[in-house]
C-alpha cells in the first residue's frame, strides 16, 4: 500500500453523470433491435471516457465513471444477481420510472457486478484515485418486491453476503476509494436499527476507503450510527437544504469525514463560486479542512450535461479559493494499491 496525499478540501463527486445524448440515442436503437450489443459496449466505453473528460477539464480530483451504463441504481444490480426478476416499470418520483426487481428465489452472487466498470474507469483516469459506487443491501431489499424471504430483515442480510463479495472483488481488483449508497436508510424509522446491521455485514472485512451516500429524509435518525457505522466518510446533502442543519456535522465522530454537498442537483440554476465558497467557509467552522470532502449534493444525472459540466467547474473554483485561505493545511491520506 501506497500513501497518496490529496489536496486539502479534496472535490469528487458522487457518481452519476448526465449520458451523452448521442448515447441515449445508442441505448434507444439497441431496444429497438437496431444496434449490435458490442456497438452498445463501445459506446459505454466512450461515454465514460467523456464523462470522465468533462471532470478532468472541470477540475474534480477524484472522479467516477458517471455510471454511464447503469440506468438505475436497484435494477443494476438485481439484473446481476441470480434470484430477482422484473416486473413492468413502477412511477417513482414525477415523471421517472423504473423496472421494480422482485426477489423469486434464493439469491446467489453471480460474479462480479461493478468490477469491469472500476477497471475501465482507472484505466481512462487522469487521476490515481478514482471512486466506485456501490448500491447497499437495505436500500436494495427495500426498492425490491419480497416474494421469496420471511422477512425484508432477512432479504437484506442476504444481500449483504452478496454485496460483501462483490467489496471484496473490488478490493482485490485494486478500488481505494468505494462509495456505499443507502438513499433507503431514514426513510422507516422503526428499521433502522437492523438496516444498520445489514450494512455493516456487507462492509465486514473490507480494507479499503468506505463511504456512505444518503439523500433523502431526516439525517438525524442516522446520526445515532454514524459511530457504529464501518464506513469512514458520510457524503451528505446541504445545498438542497439551504445549508440549514450544519449540526448534523458535529454528529460525525471524529475519526470520520465529511463528504459536504455544495451543489443542489435538482435545480437547474448554477450556484454561484461566492455562494459556494460562503458554504465551505461556513462548514470550516464545525470541521477542520483534514475531514471535509467537497462533493454535489447527490448524483448529477437529472441535469441537462452542460449545467452538470457548470455546477463541477463553480465547486472547483470555489474550493480552490477557500483552499488558497487555508495556507499550508495539509489534505488528507489516502492508501492506494
Ligand atoms: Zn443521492
Redesign the pocket.
Known amino acids: 500500500m501506497d500513501e497518496l496525499r490529496l489536496p486539502v478540501l479534496p472535490t469528487t463527486v458522487?457518481?452519476s453523470y448526465p449520458r451523452p445524448r448521442w448515447l441515449r440515442e445508442i441505448i434507444r436503437l439497441w431496444r429497438a433491435g437496431r444496434v449490435k450489443e458490442k456497438h452498445l459496449r463501445e459506446a459505454f466505453d466512450d461515454a465514460v471516457v467523456a464523462v470522465v473528460r468533462d471532470q478532468e477539464e472541470a477540475g474534480v480530483d477524484i472522479p467516477s465513471d458517471g455510471e454511464q451504463r447503469r440506468d438505475e441504481m436497484v435494477e443494476y444490480f438485481a439484473e446481476r444477481i441470480e434470484g430477482f426478476r422484473f416486473y413492468g416499470p413502477v412511477r417513482v418520483w414525477g415523471n421517472a420510472y423504473y423496472r421494480k426487481p422482485a426477489v423469486v428465489g434464493p439469491l446467489k452472487y453471480k460474479g462480479a457486478i461493478v468490477v469491469e466498470e472500476f477497471d475501465f474507469l482507472r484505466r481512462v483516469s487522469y487521476s490515481p484515485v478514482v471512486k466506485v459506487t456501490i448500491t447497499g443491501p437495505y436500500t436494495i431489499a427495500d426498492w425490491s418486491f419480497n416474494e421469496y424471504y420471511s422477512s425484508k430483515e432477512e432479504l437484506a442480510f442476504e444481500l449483504a453476503r452478496i454485496i460483501n463479495r462483490e467489496l471484496k472483488a473490488l478490493e482485490e481488483a485494486g478500488a481505494s476509494y468505494i462509495q456505499i449508497?443507502e438513499?433507503a436508510l431514514p426513510t422507516h424509522p422503526d428499521e433502522v436499527e437492523w438496516a444498520v446491521m445489514a450494512v455493516n455485514e456487507a462492509l465486514r472485512g473490507v480494507n479499503v476507503k468506505l463511504g456512505m451516500?444518503?439523500?433523502?429524509g431526516d439525517y438525524w435518525r442516522i446520526a445515532p450510527y454514524f459511530e457504529e457505522l464501518r464506513v469512514s466518510q458520510f457524503a451528505l446533502?446541504f445545498a438542497n437544504r439551504g445549508f440549514k442543519d450544519l449540526g448534523i456535522a458535529e454528529a460525525i465522530p471524529e475519526d470520520k469525514e465529511l463528504g459536504f454537498g455544495v451543489i443542489d442537483?435538482h435545480s437547474r440554476r448554477v450556484e454561484s463560486v461566492e455562494e459556494v465558497a460562503a458554504a465551505l467557509r461556513k462548514i470550516l467552522k464545525i470541521l477542520p479542512p483534514q475531514r471535509i470532502y467537497v462533493n454535489p449534493?447527490?448524483?448529477l444525472k437529472l441535469l441537462p450535461r452542460r449545467i452538470a459540466k457548470r455546477k463541477m467547474e463553480v465547486m472547483v473554483k470555489a474550493t480552490k479559493i477557500v483552499r488558497g485561505e487555508l495556507k499550508g493545511v495539509e489534505g488528507p491520506v489516502l492508501r492506494v494499491p
Not at 451516500?213 to 433523502?216: A, D, V
Open positions: 458522487i457518481g449508497d438513499p451516500h444518503i439523500c433523502y446533502e442537483v449534493d447527490c448524483g
